[in-house]
T-cell receptor
Framework: SAVISQKPSRDICQRGTSLTIQCQVDSQVTMMFWYRQQPGQSLTLIATANQGSEATYESGFVIDKFPISRPNLTFSTLTVSNMSPEDSSIYLC????????????FGPGTRLTVL | KQEVTQIPAALSVPEGENLVLNCSFTDSAIYNLQWFRQDPGKGLTSLLLIQSSQREQTSGRLNASLDKSSGRSTLYIAASQPGDSATYLCAVKAAGNKLTFGGGTRVLVKP
C-alpha cells in the first residue's frame, strides 16, 4: 500500500494569487494524478503527473492554469494559478503502481477557498 | 465516454439495517472497479477493489459484487453502524490507468 501526504491541508487565498500544493508518497509509485472535487460534486481528473516530463491534462484543464511538476517517483506539485472563487475546491493527489490491477490511493486532500 | 452513476444519491437507515449501494457504468471495457469511503472534508479511503475477472470481494462487513457484462456493481454493508455514515464513491479504471468516478451515495446511519 502507499501512504500519501499533502501540504497544505487547507488554505484561504485572495483572488488573482497562486497556490502550490505538494504531494509526497511514502513509496515509489509509477503513476501520480491530480483530482479536483468541487463543493458537493464527485472527483474530476485534472491531469496525470509524468516524471521528468510535462503532465498530461484532461479536457477542460490547461497547463497555464494548473502547472504540475513531478521531479521524481515520489513527489509532485500542483499549482493553481490566478485563482478565482470558482477554483474553490478540494484538490486530491493520487498514486498507483504500474499494473492496471493495482489499487489507487489518495491523499487527504487540500481544501482551497478563494475569496 | 465512460459514465458512472450511483443510486441513490443519499440514504438514511436505522442502525443495524443492511446497506445496499448501487453503481452502474456504461462501458464494460474496464480493468477494475474500486469502492471508496469519504468522510466530510477528507480524502478517500479505499474499501474494496474488484478486478474485471472477479465477481465479488469481501472485507469484514463489506461485500462488493461486480457484473461487468451488465455494467453494475453493488456494495453491501452488513449490520450498519453510526460510524458507517459517510459518502461512498465507486470508480472504474480503464485505459491510461484513469479512474472515472460516480457521483457518490451519502449515507447516514441513525443510532
Amino acid at each position: 500500500s502507499a501512504v500519501i501526504s499533502q501540504k497544505p491541508s487547507r488554505d484561504i487565498c485572495q483572488r488573482g494569487t497562486s497556490l502550490t500544493i505538494q504531494c509526497q508518497v511514502d513509496s515509489q509509485v509509477t503513476m501520480m494524478f491530480w483530482y479536483r472535487q468541487q463543493p458537493g460534486q464527485s472527483l474530476t481528473l485534472i491531469a496525470t503527473a509524468n516524471q521528468g516530463s510535462e503532465a498530461t491534462y484532461e479536457s477542460g484543464f490547461v497547463i497555464d492554469k494548473f502547472p504540475i511538476s513531478r521531479p521524481n517517483l515520489t513527489f509532485s506539485t500542483l499549482t493553481v494559478s490566478n485563482m478565482s472563487p470558482e477554483d474553490s475546491s478540494i484538490y486530491l493527489c493520487s498514486a498507483t503502481g504500474p499494473a492496471v490491477i493495482d489499487t489507487q490511493y489518495f491523499g487527504p486532500g487540500t481544501r482551497l477557498t478563494v475569496l | 465516454k465512460q459514465e458512472v452513476t450511483q443510486i441513490p444519491a443519499a440514504l438514511s437507515v436505522p442502525e443495524g439495517e443492511n446497506l445496499v449501494l448501487n453503481c452502474s457504468f456504461t462501458d464494460s471495457a474496464i480493468y477494475n472497479l474500486q469502492w471508496f469511503r469519504q468522510d466530510p472534508g477528507k480524502g478517500l479511503t479505499s474499501l474494496l477493489l474488484i478486478q474485471s475477472s472477479q465477481r465479488e470481494q469481501t472485507s469484514g462487513r463489506l461485500n462488493a459484487s461486480l457484473d461487468k457484462s451488465s455494467g453494475r456493481s453493488t456494495l453491501y454493508i452488513a449490520a450498519s453502524q453510526p460510524g458507517d455514515s459517510a459518502t461512498y464513491l465507486c470508480a472504474v479504471k480503464a485505459a491510461g490507468n484513469k479512474l472515472t468516478f460516480g457521483g457518490g451515495t451519502r449515507v447516514l446511519v441513525k443510532p
